[in-house]
């Protein structure tokens, strides 16, 4: 596996990212977690819609302190406002496609005219 185009999040861990795609506001970041690693949570709550897809190995997911166990080729979609974090909890290397979607659209108020 080549790693040259990754980004490292620390020289401790086995924690690397690549941007894949920004495009029209969909933004999406791969991510090789190395075995027993956990990804940092975020200070801030994400502000957009996330789609997490495992594309090799398994991790648990952990979303507002609920945890999920994902498996390759299975997704989790993360609410705007949720924090969230990965945990690379077997022996094996994972790897993990983030999907940024746009922010949902909020529809106009309806418009109010008066008339004398």
Excluded: C, Q
């Excluded at 690379?88 to 909020?106: F, G, M, S």
């Amino acid at each position: 596996m080549n790693t040259n185009d990754y980004t490292a999040s620390s020289n401790d861990t086995w924690l690397l990212t690549r941007k894949i795609l920004t495009e029209s506001g969909v933004d999406a970041a791969i991510t090789l977690i190395g075995p027993g690693v956990e990804t940092p949570p975020s200070d801030h709550p994400a502000p957009r819609p996330i789609v997490l897809l495992v594309s090799e190995g398994a991790v648990t997911a952990s979303v507002d302190r609920t945890h999920f166990i994902l498996r390759k080729d299975e997704a989790l979609h993360v609410a705007p406002g949720k924090i969230h974090t990965l945990r690379n909890h077997t022996d094996a290397p994972a790897k993990v496609v983030a999907i940024t979607l746009p922010a949902p659209r909020r529809e106009n108020p309806p418009l109010v005219v008066g008339f004398p």
